[in-house]
């Protein structure tokens, strides 16, 4: 069995520890907190040990009648793997930790590229991360990109990527974000981070984004036109999300008008906390312009797809983070990690059932 950590149990960190658990191959250690809150007591009553983040903070878990297994310290030491999913810009704090107890840890997509040895997507990248010390798992807008700009590179060739996104303005738990009544460009130029972020995974892809926050928590939308090197049918597109694990291609008659409708679906299937893990394209949205004037000077035949795809901030990453636990430490292949991620969470039970 892995032993893993996780350092931060917070909306990513309470995830990747049940994710995890769920897994034949892997155990959680434990988790390590900086406070006795909601989230340390749900790790007491799931039976996670829990260890304190920060030394001086140990007394007011024994205020809150909260027991500790003990510091991080020991926590990192115990463990085989860490995932670290503290607050942006905690993770590379924390790096030094990691090293001193050569264990090895995965950061998440808060944390700057520079800080890591490699970046990571399960989709794109398994294969390139074994034997690092210190991996990051994308963010969750990269993390869906990916997704979806690997089998449409692989399958048609991509000149250029062009995505705004429509970011949410913070999770349904975060009081203190915004905005409350605006649409914000964020960031105002361009483009916006998310670009060279997919190039941490696709270096040689030529991708512009622009990004808006909007007053939502449910999910980011990503409005996608992708150049691509052939001119495929809008349905043999279709057909390839549709064979692609993480990926939900909603069909028109379900009636999913927007995020709200995707969560309470969700909700109804029975997903923990109405979690999508899934890449959610609109499959009415796929479309292909095509025709003569895509036809270059030196003959070559470009057409542009365009989509709608929606993302849970929340989850897409989490199954990400199982597998990069297994691509490190060099204990699965890629497809089998993400059958068996998948299975154990029930990833593969598809939303709706046919
Ligand atoms: P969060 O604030 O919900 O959770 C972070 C947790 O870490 C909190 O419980 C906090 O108390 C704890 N913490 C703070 N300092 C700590 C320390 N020194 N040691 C241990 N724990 C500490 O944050 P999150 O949304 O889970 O984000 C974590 C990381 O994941 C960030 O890099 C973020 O960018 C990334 N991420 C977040 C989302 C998202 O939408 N929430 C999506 C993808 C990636």
Not at 40 to 59: M, N, T
Not at 164 to 173: F, I, W
Not at 274 to 294: L, Q, R, T
Not at 331 to 342: G, K, L, N, Y
Request: proline residues 6%; negative net charge.
């Amino acid at each position: 069995m892995i032993r893993v950590g996780i350092n931060g149990y917070g909306t990513i960190g309470k995830r990747v520890a049940d994710a995890v658990r769920a897994q034949p191959d892997m155990e959680v250690v434990g988790v390590a907190k900086t406070r006795p809150n909601f989230e340390a007591q749900s790790a007491v009553d799931k039976g996670f040990d829990l260890y304190a983040a920060i030394e001086e903070r140990k007394p007011r878990f024994a205020e809150a009648g909260i027991d500790l297994a003990g510091d991080v310290e020991e926590l990192v030491e115990a463990s085989d793997i860490v995932v670290d999913a503290c607050p942006s810009g905690i993770g590379a704090d924390n790096a030094g930790m990691y090293r001193e107890y050569d264990t090895p840890a995965l950061l998440q997509g808060g944390e700057d590229a520079e800080v890591v040895d490699s970046s990571f997507n399960a989709r794109s990248n398994f294969d390139t991360v074994e034997g690092d010390d210190l991996v990051r798992v994308v963010s969750c807008n990269t993390t869906g990109l990916s997704r979806l700009i690997a089998p449409l590179q692989e399958e048609y060739g991509i000149e250029k990527v062009r995505t705004t996104l429509v970011r949410r303005g913070g999770d349904p738990a975060q009081s203190d974000r915004g905005p409350i009544n605006d649409i914000l460009p964020n960031p105002v130029s361009l483009p916006s981070h998310h670009g060279p972020d997919v190039n941490t995974i696709f270096p040689e892809l030529r991708i512009d984004t622009l990004g808006l926050k909007v007053p939502a928590t449910l999910m980011h939308m990503h409005s996608v036109n992708v150049t691509l090197e052939s001119e495929p049918s809008a349905a043999g597109v279709r057909d390839l999300l549709e064979s692609e694990p993480r990926m939900f291609v909603i069909p028109e008659w379900l009636g999913l008008d927007g995020a709200g409708a995707i969560k309470e679906l969700a909700q109804d299937a029975g997903r923990p906390r109405a979690d999508i893990w899934e890449n959610c394209i609109w499959g009415e949205s796929i479309s292909v312009e095509s025709g003569s004037s895509s036809i270059r000077a030196d003959g070559e035949v470009v057409s542009d797809l365009y989509l709608f795809q929606a993302i849970h901030q929340e989850s897409d990453v989490v199954p990400e983070n199982v597998d990069a636990i297994r691509a490190v430490l060099g204990e699965a292949d890629q497809a089998e990690s993400i059958t068996t991620t998948d299975g154990a969470i029930g990833l593969d039970e598809p939303l709706v059932r046919r």
